[in-house]
């Protein structure tokens, strides 16, 4: 894995968001899709748009699910009307990974592109940090961003370790449709393998930034409960 360090210039990228999930992390605590759960004023997922429609060089941003079209849709109407938000409905659960190539197949003009969790808040986004993953000179090598190690969990696995920091996968890459067509999913089994798998399993493959700062993950009733105290 390379550190990178280094300026991009400032056109528009698409952003692809992982909204597809079952949430069986909030054990039923919750009757909505994770995303879609209230966030105090808005859902998670308006909060996490939001945050990066505020970034001028992001364009469209792309919500990958496979069912509660009619709530996602309306959370979109309702909270998101001011920035440019589509839907992309994938008719098959096939993981991460497969939903990727999906959302390619039927977008096939787009070539590079930010990908996210919908379930995840970062906090403090720098947009000059951000735009630094851009860089043509990195060919099609993905870049993945990274945070601060949360010393309260024992559940995220460290990807950079020294003496100095800890850094631990925030969920937000960016990466080339060229990189993803050399993975595809099993059609057989296509969860066996999700896009984490790949990223972090050839440290040659990809390319790291430190945004030096913390995420805020409402993967479980407690994280949840954390993230409703923190964004009143």
Known sequence: MVILSCRGSHIKYPLVVFAGGLGSRLLGSESLPKPLVPVNSKSLLSHILLSYAQISFIGTIHVLICDNQPAFESVIAN??????????????????????????????????????????????????????????????????????????????????????????????????????????????????????????????????????TSLHDAGTPERLALVRKTFL
Not at 133 to 153: E, G, I, K
Request: proline share 5%.
């Open 79 to 212: 909270e998101l009307n001011s920035i440019d938000v589509n839907l992309v409905v994938e008719n098959n659960r096939t993981g991460r990974l497969g939903a990727l190539h999906s959302f390619f197949n039927k977008y096939p003009t787009l070539e590079k592109l930010f990908v996210c969790n919908g379930d995840t808040i970062i906090s403090n986004l720098d947009p000059n940090i951000l735009v630094q993953a851009t860089q043509d000179c990195y060919s099609d090598a993905p870049v993945v961003f990274l945070v601060n190690q949360d010393p309260s969990r024992s559940d995220y696995k460290k990807v950079l370790s020294s003496e100095s920091e800890n850094l631990q996968n925030s969920g937000l890459f960016y990466m080339s449709k060229n990189w993803l067509l050399t993975h595809t999913p099993n059609p057989k089994s296509p969860h066996l393998l999700d896009i984490d798998d790949i990223l972090f399993s050839d440290a040659n493959e990809i390319y790291s930034i430190n945004l030096n």
